[in-house]
């Protein structure tokens, strides 16, 4: 069995990727001519089918808009310097992807089911990926609740989704942050580590409020003292301090970032002094104040690497140093980059290669 024998395509007879405009690729715009689509109900799931990407006919009674059981996933296909696709580390994102579905009571999807889904979906779209150096086929993995009833229960019928988005490089000016310590996006205990939808949408007051007071995003810290840092926005937060790429060690508040592996993989085998801890806001402020602090930046698979210009602490602004381009950050960024699109070896088996 060949992986698309599997699947069945129904292709679109109105491609739109002539009104695409591969120059200008604003994060998230434009969504590629097909998607994937399966259902869960009576304790398995169908085939999954691919079709033109539109509307899904569902009531407003589906248990996810109630009671939130949705997840998703986010990653990314380069095309590779000798022609093929490589859909970067599949595996670690299927383990978040499941870990995610078990802390929300939603079914497990299969590696195999994941990865054949994905596959099949970028043959068929393959001209959707993006060619331009730093750009990529980003992708969209999305479980929900689909049974359309109004009493508060686990559901018990799904949809798994994979939609995919071409994306440009990511350019952001570096960025102003508040340290949070009001607000918190969630508790040890609760769902922080799950990529699931009810996080994103409770974290857009604090980070509302951070913006109407001239910031572009929130620094989290812990929900019990306000004292260590957890992550920034929608990404991970690492530190150059004193020479060592530091990070909040994971736990149960903090999302295990695929970027965030990946980028302290690399450093540890370039020889880095890396350390996964905890991290205080005093402990930034004396490196700020030491000169001892010297980079800062947040990590994620949209923006890979995205540099932090401003840390505000309790009402003091702290203004970093301007990133050069011989950065640990912007080395690390190139690295990860050259790994992808095979200009480097890939040592760790991160890249699952689509012959087209
Ligand atoms: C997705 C996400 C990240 C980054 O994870 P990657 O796998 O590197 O994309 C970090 N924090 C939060 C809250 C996220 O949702």
């Not at 060949?2 to 491609?15: A, E, F, R, Y």
């Not at 399966?38 to 248990?63: C, H, N, Q």
């Not at 508790?187 to 980070?207: I, L, V």
């Not at 030491?290 to 702290?318: M, Q, R, S, W």
Request: aromatic share 10%; glycine share 8%; hydrophobic share 35%.
């Amino acid at each position: 069995m060949t992986l698309t024998d599997s699947i069945s395509v129904q292709k679109t007879n109105q491609s739109r990727i002539s009104e695409t405009d591969f120059n200008n690729l604003e994060f998230g715009k434009y969504i590629s001519d097909h998607m994937l689509l399966s259902d869960w109900s009576e304790g398995k799931w169908s085939e999954p089918v691919i079709v033109p990407f539109g509307e899904l006919k569902m009531t407003p009674a589906i248990l996810a808009l109630h009671y939130g059981q949705a997840i998703f996933e986010g990653m990314k296909a380069f095309k590779m310097s000798d022609g093929s696709i490589n859909i970067f580390r599949p595996h670690k994102h299927h383990d978040r992807m499941v870990k995610s579905l078990d802390r929300m009571c939603m079914p497990t999807i299969s590696f195999d089911m994941f990865i054949q889904s994905l596959h099949t979906l970028i043959e068929v779209d393959k001209n959707w990926v993006p060619t331009s150096e730093g750009s990529s086929l980003y992708i969209r993995p999305l479980v929900f609740a689909s049974e359309s009833r109004l009493g508060v229960k686990v559901a018990d019928q799904y949809k798994f989704v994979v939609l995919t988005s071409p994306v440009g490089p990511y350019y952001n000016k570096p960025f102003r942050l508040k340290v949070e310590d009001h607000y918190t996006r969630t508790a040890e205990g609760g769902t922080g580590f799950a990529k699931c939808a009810g996080n994103y949408g409770g974290a857009f007051y604090p980070t509302q409020v951070a913006r109407k007071e001239g910031f572009d995003q929130v620094l989290w810290t812990d929900h019990k003292e306000h004292k260590y840092i957890d992550e920034v926005g929608m990404m991970n937060v690492m530190f150059v301090l004193h020479g060592k790429l530091i990070t909040p060690k994971l736990s149960t508040a903090i999302l295990d970032g695929i970027t965030r592996d990946s980028i302290l993989t690399l450093a540890r085998e370039a020889g880095m002094a890396v350390e996964e801890r905890r991290i205080s806001i005093d402990e930034l402020e004396d490196g700020y104040k030491n000169k001892t602090l010297t980079e800062a930046f947040g990590a994620g698979t949209a923006a890979v690497v995205a540099p932090i210009a401003v840390i505000n602490i309790h009402g003091t602004d702290y203004q970093l140093p301007k990133v050069e381009s011989n950065s640990i950050q912007q080395k690390m960024k190139n690295k990860l980059l050259d790994v992808r699109t095979g200009q480097e070896p890939d040592t760790h088996g991160w890249n699952y290669i689509v012959k087209i």
